[in-house]
Antibody, heavy 119, light 108 residues
Framework: QVQLQESGPGLVKPSGTLSLTCAVF?????????WSWVRQPPGKGLEWIGE???????NYNPSLKSRVTISVDKSKNQFSLKLGSVTAADTAVYYC????????????WGQGTMVTVSS | SSELTQDPAVSVALGQTVRITCQGD??????ASWYQQKPGQAPVVVTY???NRPSGIPDRFSGSSSGNTASLTITGAQAEDEADYYC???????????FGGGTKLTVL
C-alpha cells in the first residue's frame, strides 16, 4: 500500500524559500500517476499548488506559478516543492498527494506538515 | 477566488439525506471528485468520476453531475459524517486542478 510522507522545515523566514519533500513508500513514483502538492492555511480551505508526472512534466496553480517549482527524484522515489519569496500568507499545512491514474482523484495523501512563515 | 463554488455550511438531521453541491463552468466538461476532511486530518476521497467510491467508503455516499453542478449526496447521514467536504476538478483551461471553497456539514 502506497504511503506518502512530507518532510522539511516547519519555520521559514519572510522572503525566504519554503522547501518540502514527499517520500513515496510502498510503490514506485514511476507509476503513471501525477504527484501533487496541496496546502491549507489555518482555518481555511484547500488550495492546489501544482503537480508533476514522473517524466518531469509539471502544471502549476496560475496564482503561484511565478514562485513555485516542483521536481522529482526517481532515484530517491520522492518529489519536492520549492516556494520562493514567502510571506505570512504562505503559512499553511502542506500536503502531498497522489492523483491516481485510474481514478482521476487524489486517492492517497500524506499526513501534512505545518509550515509557518515568521521572522 | 475559486472557480468552483460551494455553500459554506449545510446541516442535516441524523438519518436524513443531504446533498452538497459544487458549481462551476468546468464541470460541464470534467467530473468532480469529493473529499471529506475531519479536524486535524488529511482529506479522504469519498467519490470520484461519474459515481465511484473507493473501497471502504460507505455506500451512503454517492456522486452525481448535471450541467455545471456536481453533487455529493449522503443518504442516511450519520454522526461520523460531520466534517468539511471539498469538491475538486479541473479549471476551465483543463490544465490545472481547483478545489471548491468547502462545505461544513453539521449533523443535528
Amino acid at each position: 500500500q502506497v504511503q506518502l510522507q512530507e518532510s522539511g522545515p516547519g519555520l521559514v523566514k519572510p522572503s525566504g524559500t519554503l522547501s518540502l519533500t514527499c517520500a513515496v513508500f510502498g510503490g514506485s513514483i514511476s507509476s503513471s500517476n501525477w504527484w501533487s502538492w496541496v496546502r491549507q492555511p489555518p482555518g481555511k480551505g484547500l488550495e492546489w499548488i501544482g503537480e508533476i508526472y514522473d517524466s518531469g512534466s509539471t502544471n502549476y496553480n496560475p496564482s503561484l506559478k511565478s514562485r513555485v517549482t516542483i521536481s522529482v527524484d526517481k532515484s530517491k522515489n520522492q518529489f519536492s516543492l520549492k516556494l520562493g519569496s514567502v510571506t505570512a500568507a504562505d503559512t499553511a499545512v502542506y500536503y502531498c498527494a497522489r492523483l491516481g491514474g485510474s481514478t482521476g482523484a487524489f486517492d492517497i495523501w500524506g499526513q501534512g506538515t505545518m509550515v509557518t512563515v515568521s521572522s | 477566488s475559486s472557480e468552483l463554488t460551494q455553500d459554506p455550511a449545510v446541516s442535516v438531521a441524523l438519518g436524513q439525506t443531504v446533498r452538497i453541491t459544487c458549481q462551476g463552468d468546468s464541470l460541464r466538461s470534467y467530473y468532480a471528485s469529493w473529499y471529506q476532511q475531519k479536524p486535524g486530518q488529511a482529506p479522504v476521497v469519498v467519490t470520484y468520476g461519474k459515481n465511484n467510491r473507493p473501497s471502504g467508503i460507505p455506500d451512503r455516499f454517492s456522486g452525481s453531475s448535471s450541467g455545471n453542478t456536481a453533487s455529493l449526496t449522503i443518504t442516511g447521514a450519520q454522526a461520523e459524517d460531520e466534517a468539511d467536504y471539498y469538491c475538486n476538478s479541473r479549471d476551465s483551461s483543463g490544465n490545472h486542478r481547483v478545489f471548491g471553497g468547502g462545505t461544513k456539514l453539521t449533523v443535528l
